[in-house]
């Protein structure tokens, strides 16, 4: 998504809940190409919704328990095992989650660039997929970048990034609930009209 030693300098720059927040921005919209995958093959998302609030509990100083993080580590969906059309965006929106677990226990900022790309991922899969074949990778690779879908979520990131720098320190009740707003008033990531 944003260039990923930009991401790292403008996330670097949000203390460690706002970070934590911009994970979860992102895998807010990568959510619904999980639940999608999971009504139409039976996969238990289950977890994932337990880590995603356990998460937005931690912006409250509360801490996500390791049985949550363990079940989501072996729960996420196998390209072996399905064959549906989400199933590699389900995948990546597990993978998120599970950064976004790591994240709340280590700290390490590179949970949080590798949620955006995770999400750049899921964008360029489905992109190439439009785009199909009979083009040559290297204009494959810019009709990509350039596509409305890529740029809106470069936006969309570097938004939410411009949100959180404005939130007050320490995070507050009202800042979480506005957070919490935005992140549920966002389109989903990929259309699911897939």
């Not at 989501?72 to 929106?93: I, K, M, Q, W």
């Not at 979520?153 to 570097?158: A, K, L, P, S, T």
């Amino acid at each position: 998504m944003i260039g990923n030693d930009k991401l790292l300098v403008s996330v670097g720059r949000l203390s460690r809940k706002k970070q934590l927040a911009f994970a979860l921005l992102i895998f807010e919209r990568m959510l619904p190409s999980l639940f999608a995958f999971s009504k139409d093959t039976g996969f238990n998302a289950s977890c994932y919704v337990q880590a995603k609030d356990a998460a937005w509990a931690t912006l409250q100083n509360s801490t996500v328990h390791r049985s949550i993080s363990e079940a989501c580590l072996r729960g996420v969906p196998d390209t072996e095992d399905y064959s549906h059309e989400l199933t590699s965006f389900a995948l990546n929106a597990a993978l998120a989650a599970n950064d976004i677990i790591s994240f709340t226990k280590d700290g390490r900022a590179e949970h949080i660039t590798s949620v955006s790309a995770l999400a750049g991922d899921s964008l360029y899969l489905y992109l190439s997929d439009l785009e199909g074949s009979g083009v040559s990778s290297t204009e494959e690779d810019s009709w990509i970048v350039s596509h409305a879908l890529m740029r809106e979520e470069n936006r969309r990131q570097e938004a939410d990034i411009e949100f959180l720098a404005g939130l007050p320190e320490p995070l507050s009740d009202e800042a979480i609930i506005s957070l919490k707003v935005r992140a549920g008033t966002q389109p989903p990531l990929l259309p699911l009209t897939m």
